[in-house]
C-alpha cells in the first residue's frame, strides 16, 4: 500500500462485490480482479463497500471479511485502499472504521446516515467526527451522495471548518450534478489541499474543468485505460479528445 504522506487522486475504481450464483460471497476472485484492475486498467486505487459494491446491504461481519481480503490482496499492488464504513448505526460505522484501521486500509469514507437524517450540518458533522475518532490515523473521506441520502446538506457547507471537528478529514467523493456546490468545495477550500474525487462517471471532463482532483466510479473497472487517457488528455489541454473519451463513456452501457 502506498505511504501515508501519498494524496489520493486519479482514478478510483469503486469495486463490485463478488457473489457465488447461492448469493455468497466469492473472496477467491479478490486478487484476481485486484490484479485486473492494475494491468489491464491502469486503476491503483479502489475504494470497497461503497453503492457498487453494495456496502450497506452486507452485513458488517461480510464488510469486515470483504474489506480484509482487498487489503490482503491490494498489498503491494494497491496505491490506496479505502474502506466505505458508514451505516445507520454510529457503533456499526465505528466498528468498521476501527477494524479497517486494524487491517491497514489506506483511509475510511463515510455516508450520511439516511433513515433518521442529520437535520442541519452540526448534527451531520457531529455523526462524522465520531466515527472518524475510531480510526484516528486513517485519512477520512465524505461521501456525498443526496440522491440516494436524502440528505440536501450542501457539501461546500460541510467543508466549512470540518478540519476543526474532523482532523483527519482528507476530502470528499461529491456523486452529485451540483457543479455549483462542487465548484464552491474547490474553490473556497483549494487551499486545504482536500481530495475532490468525482463520483458521476459521464460527467467527469466537466468536474475535471471545476478542479476535480480524481474520481471515483464503478465505470473505472471496466474503462480506467479509457479515462486514463482521457486524464491524459486533458492534462495536455488536448480538450477534444478528451471528449472523444468521455463520449465514450456516456455510450457505455453501466452495470446495473
Given amino acids: 500500500m502506498a505511504s501515508p504522506k501519498k494524496?489520493?487522486?486519479g482514478l478510483?475504481?469503486?469495486t463490485?462485490?463478488?457473489m457465488t450464483e447461492h448469493g455468497e460471497i466469492n473472496f477467491s476472485v479478490i486478487g484476481q480482479y485486484v490484479d485486473y484492475l492494475v494491468e489491464k486498467q491502469g486503476v491503483k486505487s479502489v475504494f470497497v463497500n461503497g453503492t457498487t459494491g453494495e456496502g450497506l446491504s452486507l452485513s458488517v461481519s461480510e464488510r469486515r471479511r470483504v474489506a480484509e481480503e482487498w487489503v490482503t490482496k491490494g498489498r503491494n499492488k494497491l496505491d490506496h485502499v479505502v474502506i466505505h464504513v458508514g451505516a445507520l448505526s454510529l457503533k456499526d460505522s465505528q466498528e468498521l472504521a476501527k477494524h479497517a484501521a486494524e487491517i491497514g486500509a489506506d483511509g475510511i469514507a463515510v455516508i450520511a446516515p439516511f433513515f433518521l437524517k442529520p437535520r442541519n450540518k452540526d448534527d451531520?458533522?457531529?455523526?462524522l467526527k465520531e466515527v472518524a475518532a475510531a480510526a484516528p490515523e486513517l485519512p477520512f473521506y465524505y461521501y456525498h451522495i443526496p440522491f440516494i441520502t436524502g440528505v440536501k446538506i450542501r457539501a461546500e457547507e460541510l467543508l466549512d471548518g470540518i478540519q476543526e471537528k474532523v482532523p483527519t478529514f482528507g476530502g470528499l467523493?461529491?456523486?452529485?450534478?451540483?457543479?455549483?456546490?462542487?465548484g464552491q468545495c474547490v474553490d473556497q477550500h483549494r487551499q486545504q489541499q482536500f481530495a475532490f474525487l468525482f463520483g458521476v462517471d459521464e460527467q467527469l471532463l466537466s468536474a475535471l474543468v471545476m478542479g476535480a482532483t480524481g474520481a471515483v466510479g464503478s465505470t473505472y473497472n471496466y474503462l480506467g485505460k479509457k479515462t486514463?487517457?482521457?486524464l491524459e488528455a486533458f492534462e495536455r489541454k488536448d480538450?477534444?479528445?478528451a471528449l472523444?473519451?468521455?463520449v465514450l463513456e456516456c455510450r457505455r452501457p453501466k452495470p446495473l
Fill in 173 to 182: 467523493k461529491f456523486s452529485d450534478t451540483d457543479f455549483l456546490d462542487f
Fill in 244 to 246: 472523444n473519451y468521455q
Fill in 228 to 230: 486514463n487517457q482521457m
Fill in 124 to 127: 451531520l458533522v457531529d455523526f
Fill in 16 to 18: 463490485i462485490t463478488p
Fill in 12 to 14: 478510483v475504481a469503486a
Fill in 7 to 9: 494524496k489520493l487522486q
Fill in 239 to 241: 480538450l477534444s479528445s
